[in-house]
């Protein structure tokens, strides 16, 4: 943390003391007696399937819950002596520095400078010392390229780099993060990487909710699974890496390994048939150029995936298709009849990077059947085992938005199903998933499949893009 415009090095220890939570409107506990100490400096990664607990861990350390998230707490949770609950917020978040899943959350500005140096202008920082840890921290974790950007022109990939500088710039004794990878692509997790070995360095307490370990497994200290809400073992990356991949399946871990993408394959050569196609089309926001050129040729009953870096084209590129971005030139056709925005909306179901944005129903049920006619919606046994494919059949009558961002994934996943498009996009929809629902993915993609539909899916998970994609499209 910083006094008087000096970098300080702290050492704060934080201690779950008999933890057990249960979220307000819900029926079983998020955790369950968790004891635990985190050593100051330690490096900690929360690790097991989505809705274990992890987000909750985290929310507990930087006071978000229960003060924000609603709900019963048993139990404290302190830094050093003094329980989390007895810090006022800004000596919390002088101490505790989050980037949260979705960064969207945690911003206050519109362009990326002013939000870099949001955190040290509260605390009264002078401009000239601002201005210099501006310099050192995009310069430290390399993001030079993200100056004096507007925000809500970032990719979401981006937008986690920002959110992470802002926290960074502060120099908090605590980096608490939520899945601070899930739309990043290689190259912006190698520097995350990197970023996160100097914080390691600086001294720093670090604590992780992650899914995608394999970056980790040369940093982290200890790796903390959880299992319905209580703590199942505690393991050192050795420990981890000791295990079978029967016992990571089991667990529901994913790869501890980096999993090479297979060589991107072409679009040439495709059999005569149902087409979905791409013909000279340029992407624009306003009149400003982002793609073009774009020609690609998709089968009915394949899975086209794409990839590039983040800020490259390819969210802009799947809502083109979905009829949802207008500014393009070039010809889409479908079955070889051109279309427009509208016809393309019609026959379009998108799954999109922010899931928070499509999801508006009261229950998890009627999420499934909301914007449908009545002639359209399924029966009551169909839903149940769309739902039940994807693992949310118990949780029919919850609210969406006390799902955790994994079961949210999932749910805008089920709900493409239900509405049975004849174009199915899906962007990045493994972000926040465990490797049991990527699998459950999967098989909701390969009925999709079957039933003979166009499907696109736009991610930088490369495990799982090795399992799901018939040919790969990269945007250069």
């Known amino acids: 943390m910083y006094i008087d415009d000096e970098?300080?090095?702290?050492?704060?220890?934080?201690?779950?003391?008999?933890?057990?939570?249960?979220?307000?409107g819900t029926q079983e506990g998020a955790?369950?007696?968790?004891?635990?100490?985190?050593?100051?400096?330690?490096?900690?990664?929360?690790?097991?399937?989505?809705?274990?607990?992890?987000t909750t861990m985290t929310r507990l350390i930087n006071g978000l819950t229960p003060s924000f998230y609603k709900g019963k707490l048993e139990g404290a949770v302190y830094l050093?002596?003094?329980?989390?609950?007895?810090?006022?917020?800004?000596?919390?978040?002088?101490?505790?520095?989050?980037v949260f899943q979705n960064p969207r959350n945690q911003f206050f500005n519109v362009d990326t400078d002013s939000e870099i140096a949001f955190g040290l202008e509260n605390r009264g920082a002078d401009s000239g010392f601002i201005n210099k840890r501006i310099e050192e921290v995009t310069k430290t974790l390399s993001i030079g390229d993200l100056r004096a950007r507007d925000i809500f022109k970032l990719s979401g990939g981006e937008k986690q780099q920002i959110a992470f500088a802002g926290v960074y710039a502060m120099s908090p004794d605590i980096f608490v993060l939520d899945e601070p990878s899930s739309n990043l692509d290689i190259d912006a997790i190698k520097r995350l990487q990197q970023s996160l070995k100097q914080?390691?360095?600086?001294?720093?307490?670090?604590?992780?909710?992650?899914?995608?370990?394999?970056?980790?497994?040369?940093?982290?200290?200890k790796f903390i699974y959880l299992k319905n809400g209580e703590i199942d073992r505690i393991m050192t990356p050795d420990e981890l890496r000791e295990k079978s991949k029967n016992e990571l399946d089991e667990m529901g871990l994913r790869s501890v390994v980096f999993n090479e993408l297979e060589e991107a394959k072409t679009f040439s050569n495709l059999k005569s048939g149902s087409l979905l196609?791409?013909?000279?089309?340029?992407?624009?926001?306003?009149?400003?150029?982002?793609?073009?050129?774009?020609?690609?040729?998709?089968?009915?009953?394949?899975?086209?995936?794409i990839i590039g870096h983040n800020g490259i084209g390819k969210t802009t590129l799947l809502r083109t298709i979905a009829g949802l971005h207008k500014n393009y030139t070039g010809e889409i056709l479908v079955d070889n009849v051109l279309q427009n925005s509208r016809s393309l909306k019609k026959k379009s179901y998108m799954v999109m990077q922010d899931v928070n944005y499509q999801l508006f129903a009261e229950s998890v049920l009627s999420e499934c059947t909301l914007g449908l006619k009545k002639s359209d919606i399924k029966s009551e046994e169909e839903l149940r085992s769309v739902l039940e494919r994807v693992g949310l059949w118990e949780y029919r009558d919850r609210h969406p938005n006390t799902l955790s961002g994994g079961q949210k994934q999932r749910l805008t996943?089920?709900?493409?199903?239900?509405?049975?498009?004849?174009?199915?996009?899906?962007?990045?929809?493994?972000?926040?998933?465990?490797?049991?629902?990527m699998n459950r993915i999967i098989e909701i993609i390969n009925v999709l499949k079957a039933r003979g539909k166009y499907v696109l899916v736009v991610s930088h998970d490369n495990e799982f893009m090795n399992k799901v994609c018939d040919d790969i499209f990269k945007l250069a």
């Open 7 to 24: 970098l300080v090095v702290g050492e704060m220890k934080i201690t779950f003391d008999k933890i057990s939570f249960k979220y307000s």
């Open 31 to 54: 955790l369950r007696n968790i004891n635990l100490t985190i050593e100051p400096g330690e490096f900690v990664v929360l690790i097991g399937q989505s809705g274990c607990g992890k």
């Open 80 to 98: 050093n002596e003094k329980p989390v609950s007895d810090y006022k917020s800004y000596e919390l978040a002088e101490k505790v520095g989050s």
């Open 199 to 221: 914080v390691k360095r600086e001294g720093k307490t670090v604590v992780m909710a992650e899914h995608r370990i394999y970056y980790l497994m040369d940093i982290a200290d």
């Open 277 to 305: 196609e791409l013909k000279n089309v340029g992407l624009y926001h306003k009149k400003r150029c982002i793609r073009s050129n774009i020609n690609i040729a998709l089968e009915r009953g394949k899975v086209a995936g």
């Open 413 to 437: 996943v089920a709900v493409s199903m239900v509405y049975d498009k004849d174009i199915i996009l899906f962007d990045e929809p493994t972000s926040g998933l465990d490797k049991n629902n």
